[in-house]
T-cell receptor, first 115, second 115 residues
Framework: KAGVTQTPRYLIKTRGQQVTLSCSPISGHRSVSWYQQTPGQGLQFLFE???????NKGNFPGRFSGRQFSNSRSEMNVSTLELGDSALYLC??????????????FGPGTRLTVT | AQSVAQPEDQVNVAEGNPLTVKCTYSVSGNPYLFWYVQYPNRGLQFLLK??????LVKGSYGFEAEFNKSQTSFHLKKPSALVSDSALYFCAVREGVSGTYKYIFGTGTRLKVLA
């Protein structure tokens, strides 16, 4: 089975621009979560989607948004980029949200640099 | 809210020696605890989990973790370290209720195994 894929792998943007990141989960996985990883803050949870619905959200401003499509692929969008948005953005998929579904499988991440 | 703490930013150990990476948790109710590893330029990889049952959990690559309820700890261990174990290790706890789970990660511990 193919793993979680994220595109693009690297991205350089300018302050004020917007960016869209894409994540394709493992086949059959219906839950997709997004995390922001920075050296100072570690992994911070952004949001989780299941069956095209946002089920959980972290403490990030409204500039950060996401969506999930019917094939479980997910995108996250960051508008009006700030320098502090520079980070590694990780996507993780799992089978679902029920009690039997525990492990998350992570993609390699998208490295976003804002200049 | 649930949380995990990794008190050591970095752990150095000689190859062949046993290693321990520490994690303490704060949860209400039964804890669901995880260890992940991150190699350079890669996403996180699942190592092992504690849900219930035996306090000693065995995982991938020869790693194991000991759940200690009285000390609220979930330390990661390996009897004999390899240079290839050098990586960033994250402890995580699952919080929420069925259908709205999210994962809270520690700040990470960098393990350096010296040849």
């Amino acid at each position: 089975k193919a793993g979680v894929t994220q595109t693009p792998r690297y991205l350089i943007k300018t302050r004020g621009q917007q960016v869209t990141l894409s994540c394709s989960p493992i086949s059959g996985h219906r839950s997709v979560s997004w995390y922001q990883q920075t050296p100072g803050q570690g992994l911070q949870f952004l949001f989780e989607y299941f069956s095209e619905t946002q089920r959980n959200k972290g403490n990030f401003p409204g500039r950060f948004s996401g969506r999930q499509f019917s094939n479980s692929r997910s995108e996250m969008n960051v508008s009006t980029l700030e320098l502090g948005d520079s980070a590694l953005y990780l996507c993780a998929s799992s089978l679902g949200l029920g009690d039997g579904y525990y492990e998350q499988y992570f993609g390699p991440g998208t490295r976003l640099t804002v200049t | 809210a649930q949380s995990v703490a990794q008190p050591e930013d970095q752990v150095n150990v000689a190859e062949g020696n046993p290693l321990t990476v520490k994690c303490t948790y704060s949860v209400s109710g039964n804890p669901y605890l995880f260890w992940y590893v991150q190699y350079p330029n890669r996403g996180l990889q699942f190592l092992l989990k504690y849900i219930t049952g035996d306090n000693l959990v065995k995982g991938s690559y020869g790693f194991e973790a000991e759940f200690n309820k009285s000390q609220t700890s979930f330390h990661l261990k390996k009897p004999s370290a390899l240079v290839s174990d050098s990586a960033l290790y994250f402890c995580a706890v699952r919080e929420g209720v069925s259908g709205t789970y999210k994962y809270i990660f520690g700040t990470g511990t960098r393990l350096k195994v010296l040849a």
